[in-house]
């Protein structure tokens, strides 16, 4: 499932307001793991990895004291501050596709998040939940993987979802 060019999950490309990205800080919950790109939701006021079918608050930029190999990790009473981009509608992220077959008829699709903090990304295949609308295919001459098929990663959005008051 592990996308051949970024593990990251989810990775920042643009607004279509052409406005800088929507950053900022939360605490993340403690006994928990995080890594750049891993979609989050809030709990109890401290943020944790978001699972399909949850409301996703924003995407992991970075922590202020990473581990070696870029993740967060918080021990007991421990409240790291996490860096996030919030995801609001018009945010768009580049995403790896789990599918080995996408196709263009999956382009305006909500689709749902698969995978574990590190490896996150997408299934066009899974519909259940909705958490993602996919845009267009993610164009870069740095990235294989841009045609429909195996590797390929969407140009892709959080659907928005209200969260309750917790």
Known sequence: MANT????GFV???RLSDEAPPMLDYEMA??????Q???VTIENGYIRLAASGEPVLGVVVGGYAPD???SITSGPGENPAIKLIIALEDVLFRVHDANAAPTIAQRGASVDIVGTTGAIGVDSTVTTNGDVMLWDRAWSDSISGNEFGPDMQWEASFQIRYM???
């Open 5 to 8: 060019d970024s593990a990251r």
């Open 164 to 166: 309750d008051k917790q």
């Open 12 to 14: 920042y490309t643009r």
């Open 30 to 35: 403690e006994n928990s793991t995080l890594s």
């Open 68 to 70: 070696w190999d870029g």
């Open 37 to 39: 790109g891993d979609p």
